[in-house]
């Protein structure tokens, strides 16, 4: 064949290829990594100048890195079964026993599927065990959780090879960033060398004071901060996420090996974040500003590493289920109120959606709307509302409701529509779930969640 001829064939051959269009290969397993009380923002990923995530950086290169999801709610147990339902988190929460949740939707389809989480809230108990086949709870620490982790991976890898059909799904769960910010040496100097004052990791609990939340009441603090104490306490949360960001390399490098590596699809995202004086307060559950609610949300498609980019648009954790459900062409039920982002992975434009949150503010309740950048916040009990511009005004200190009365009204109306209005919502302060054991309430006691 004359060398002209062959090389424009070549061309063709190219030409053709580039404008099929073929849906890439499915892929065949799951795998999702819940990090608790994680911020966005403290990973270099996102811009954070401190060292704390080298190897989830790294592994997010092949990955699609949304750079504004937020969450449903800002505490773990709401924002979680927001997550795994698709729904508005007070809606899930209060079908945590009924809701269709992610792996009921596998296991439907012929998942094999497993649960290892912290404890805490995150219990059978609280309804999260359903659709799993095998749950273990109680590990509040990635690396207590990992060895379970790795020889379910090591299981299924083998019966992948041994059985063509055979598809699975694990979530993991860990509390290493959560209150008591305590992590071992190297990790509780690593970030602040120089620091000779009174705070320490074991203290951190008892000297922030977590909210009484189940009682309803506000955070409070038992300490008066210096600005040094203040950097030593973000110190050593910090330090708690270099300490996880190791043994989470563990179990992401054990996915990439060759066994699991073409068929595994895997997300890495928080529940919520966590507050560091900047509305004044510490830790969660008390407001609805982006610093609770901007959380990492990573996303790698095997078929799609090469696609990988980061995505600006604003999501929500809700759109999470509906996303993965299409990528694994799985049938997606009625009733989800999240949004596929599949069209995004692509470059393809998709219509923004508004963004709801809920939460709680001592016993009043609090709902929160994205519309673009704009953010609304109510207070059910008092009525009063916040907006701001995200754009402008990312740490949420302008408020400008009164020169935007138009968008106040017509974001309320998104509210009322969606969340319920103010004379239609139950003031229903956060409550245990019924029948928790001693085992719980200890570790609940230790998380700082109650006295």
């Not at 004071?209 to 104490?229: A, I, L, N, P, V």
């Not at 949300?297 to 995505?311: E, N």
Request: hydrophobic fraction near 40%; include cysteine; proline fraction near 6%.
């Amino acid at each position: 064949m004359p060398q002209k001829l062959a090389a424009s064939l070549v061309v063709l051959a190219a030409i053709l290829t580039t404008g099929c269009h073929e849906p890439p290969p499915v892929p065949r397993n799951l795998v999702l990594v819940s990090l608790d009380t994680l911020r966005a923002d403290h990973l270099g990923l996102y811009g954070y100048a401190k060292r704390t995530s080298p190897g989830l950086d790294r592994w997010a290169e092949h990955a699609f890195v949304f750079e504004n999801a937020v969450s449903a709610s800002n505490y773990t147990f709401a924002a979680h079964h927001a997550l795994f339902q698709s729904k508005t988190a007070t809606v899930a929460r209060d079908a945590r026993d009924t809701g269709l949740t992610l792996a009921e939707m596998l296991k439907a389809q012929g998942f094999r599927t497993a649960g290892l989480t912290g404890g805490g809230l995150m219990t059978k108990a609280s309804g999260f065990a359903r659709g799993f086949d095998s749950w273990e709870e109680g590990h509040e620490l990635l690396e207590d959780t990992l060895p379970g982790a790795l020889a379910f991976l090591d299981d299924a890898a083998r019966k992948d090879h041994e059985e063509k059909d055979s598809r699975f799904y694990l979530f993991v769960h860990c509390f290493d960033v959560h209150l008591p910010y305590d992590p071992p040496p190297p990790y509780d100097t690593m970030f602040d060398p120089g620091y000779h004052g009174t705070v320490t990791g074991p203290q951190t609990r008892n000297l922030l004071g977590m909210r009484k939340m189940f009682e309803g009441r506000q955070s409070y603090m038992r300490h008066q901060y210096d600005e040094t104490d203040k950097d030593k306490v973000r110190a050593l949360y910090d330090g708690e996420i270099a300490r996880m960001d190791e043994v989470l390399a563990s179990l992401l490098a054990r996915i990439d090996e060759r066994d699991l590596r073409d068929d595994t699809m895997v997300v890495v995202l928080a529940d919520h974040g966590e507050e560091f004086w900047d509305h004044g307060s510490v830790l969660h559950a008390h407001t609805v500003f982006q610093e609770l609610l901007h959380v990492p949300l990573l996303l790698r498609v095997p078929a799609l590493q090469k696609q990988s980019h980061r995505i600006a648009q604003r999501v929500s954790l809700v759109d999470v289920v509906p996303t993965l459900l299409e990528l694994l062409a799985l049938p997606v039920p009625s009733g989800l109120v999240g949004h596929s982002l599949v069209p995004l992975l692509h470059g393809e434009p998709e219509p923004t959606h508004p963004l709801f949150a809920e939460g709680y503010a001592s016993n009043a309740k609090l709902q929160s709307v994205i519309d673009g950048d704009l953010k609304l916040i109510r207070n059910i009990e008092t009525h009063a509302v916040s907006l701001f511009d995200l754009a402008a005004d990312p740490g949420e200190k302008n408020d400008i409701a009164a020169s935007r009365p138009a968008d106040v009204e017509r974001m309320q109306a998104l509210l009322d529509s969606t969340l319920g209005t103010p004379k239609s919502v139950v003031q229903d302060p956060m409550g245990l779930p019924k029948d928790v054991d001693t085992k719980t309430k200890d570790q609940l006691r230790h998380l700082g969640y109650i006295e």
